[in-house]
């Protein structure tokens, strides 16, 4: 599977010249090669590297004096290298009397174009292919979970009611309802009223509070169903189980009761 995959050449203002012979040898490989020279006229530089930053995009910068003294080259590599990015930076030596360790670190190998820009550019390759592959392998065949997930929904997703018949005889079954039929999911309080059904896509945890009877426990029974629905159908796609599909997410909800 092939994945697009986005690169940015930090660069000193004046230098895309040398930028675009960077980008070249990438672009071929296969990446999309940015700048702050590949900017539109009426586009914004700096939000252009923001977007990328945030993407965690790997950024190459083009070593040479005059752009590690530059404040824009020097914004882009602390910007990438701190903890609201943490993506990877990939300097490249274009000038062997330019301090990189001054501005990427000291004990980052640097890609040397200086005197083999062609094995220079190989390293740099070699390097970023390793780190962002342009091809994902697909996952490997995994343990079968759907009879789990079958029985688990069938399990769960039943109230026993002691002393009311079903209408269907003397069978195990006789007490056993389906929960939907039963039970009406809480509502959040505060503002804007809410499902709790409807705030589970969206959060990863929820505290649930409640007067004795509320339905807290049946919330706790309710929820995982629809996970496990959800994750049913995701699995089998040919079950005519659509709606959990929209409304429930796919991994692990923590829900703390009082």
């Known amino acids: 599977m092939e994945r697009k995959i986005e690169v940015y050449i930090a660069h000193a203002p004046g230098e895309g010249d040398l930028a675009e012979r960077l980008a070249a040898p990438i672009r071929g490989a296969g990446y ?10 009426g586009g914004s530089i700096v939000s252009e590297a923001t977007r990328l930053l945030n993407q965690g995009c ?3 910068l083009c070593g040479t004096r005059l752009a590690v003294g530059d404040i824009w080259a020097r914004q882009i590599i602390n910007a990438a290298r701190s903890g609201s990015h943490l993506t990877k930076v990939f300097p490249v030596r274009l000038d062997k009397r330019a301090d990189l360790d001054s501005l990427v670190g000291a004990g980052i190998p640097s890609a040397d174009c200086s005197v083999d820009f062609n094995g220079g550019m190989a390293a740099l390759l070699k390097s970023l292919t ?16 759907c009879p789990w997930l079958t029985a688990l929904v069938d399990r769960i997703g039943h109230i026993e009611i002691s002393g009311i018949g079903s209408g269907v005889g003397k069978t195990k079954d006789a007490s056993r309802y389906p929960i939907e039929q039963l039970y009406t999911t809480l509502r959040s309080h505060g503002g804007d009223s809410q499902s709790v059904a409807d705030l589970l896509p969206k959060h990863r945890l ?20 629809g996970v496990a629905k959800n994750l049913t159908v995701l699995l089998i796609p040919n079950l005519s189980i659509v709606l959990w599909r929209r409304r429930w997410p796919s991994g692990m909800i923590s829900i703390l009761i009082k």
Do not use: C, M, W
């Open 32 to 41: 999309t090669v940015h700048h702050r020279d590949t900017v539109l006229v």
């Open 58 to 60: 790997p950024v190459v």
């Open 130 to 145: 390793h780190y962002f592959p342009l091809t994902e392998e697909p996952p490997p065949p995994g343990v079968n979970i």
């Open 206 to 225: 929820l505290l649930i509070e409640g007067q004795p009877g509320a339905g807290k426990r049946s919330e706790k029974v309710y929820s995982p169903k």
